[in-house]
C-alpha cells in the first residue's frame, strides 16, 4: 500500500474490485478479523483500505444545498448542472478549479494562481471540451506505451479511458507536484 508520488513502490495488496466486495461483506456483518484472514492480509491494512473507502465516500455530495455551497465561486451558473469537480493542485495548493457537465460536454474553470504554468490550461480562460479531453490525457501514461495492457490491468480498466485513469491515478505523474482532486454531485 505504501506509494510515493511517482507510483513506485509496493503494490497494493488489494485490487479495487476486492476492497468493494470486501466492504459490501464487512457491511453486512462480516469481521474484519475473517476478512483480513480470508484475503492473506492483517486487519491493519484490511482497516486501512476500509478507512480509505470511507475517505473517498466524503468526496460526494449528495445535495444541491452542499454542492452549491462548494461551487459558490462559479457565476452565472447552476452548479447542480455539473456532476465533476476537479481541483487541479500543485502539492497541497489549488490551481484550478474545474466544473464538468460530461453529458453536455461542458466545462467552466476557475483559476486560482496567476502562475499560467500551474494553471490547467494555461492563458485559455475558456477551455473547449477538447482542451478538456488533452488535459486529462496529458495527466496519464501515454497511450502508446509498451507496457499499456499492464497499467490498464492493474487499474483494473478493461481499455485506455483518460478519465478513468486520472480518477484512479489522482493524474500524478513523475515528474512533477502536480494531481487532481476529484469530487462528484450524486443527487
Not at 482497516?47 to 444545498?65: A, F, I, P, R
Request: overall charge negative; charged content about 35%.
Amino acid at each position: 500500500m505504501a506509494r510515493n508520488e511517482r507510483g513506485a513502490g509496493r503494490k497494493p495488496a488489494l485490487s479495487a474490485n476486492e476492497v468493494s466486495r470486501i466492504r459490501e461483506r464487512h457491511e453486512a456483518g462480516e469481521t474484519v478479523t475473517a476478512l483480513a484472514k480470508e484475503y492473506g492480509i492483517s486487519r491493519q491494512v484490511l482497516s486501512g483500505y476500509l478507512n480509505q473507502s470511507n475517505e473517498k465516500e466524503k468526496e460526494n455530495y449528495n445535495t444541491v444545498k452542499s454542492w452549491e455551497r462548494l461551487n459558490r465561486a462559479f457565476e452565472g451558473i447552476q452548479p447542480a448542472d455539473y456532476t465533476l469537480r476537479m481541483e487541479f493542485m500543485c502539492g497541497e495548493d489549488c490551481c484550478s478549479v474545474m466544473l464538468i457537465n460530461k453529458e453536455e460536454e461542458k466545462i467552466e474553470v476557475i483559476n486560482e494562481t496567476d502562475d499560467l504554468l500551474h494553471c490547467a490550461f494555461g492563458m485559455k480562460a475558456k477551455p473547449t471540451w477538447e482542451d478538456f479531453e488533452e488535459f486529462l490525457e496529458s495527466r496519464c501514461f501515454p497511450r502508446e506505451r509498451e507496457d499499456v495492457d499492464m497499467l490498464l490491468e492493474d487499474l483494473d480498466l478493461s481499455s485506455y479511458e483518460p478519465l478513468a485513469i486520472v480518477e484512479r491515478t489522482e493524474g500524478r505523474m513523475a515528474e512533477d507536484k502536480q494531481w487532481i482532486k476529484i469530487r462528484h454531485f450524486k443527487a
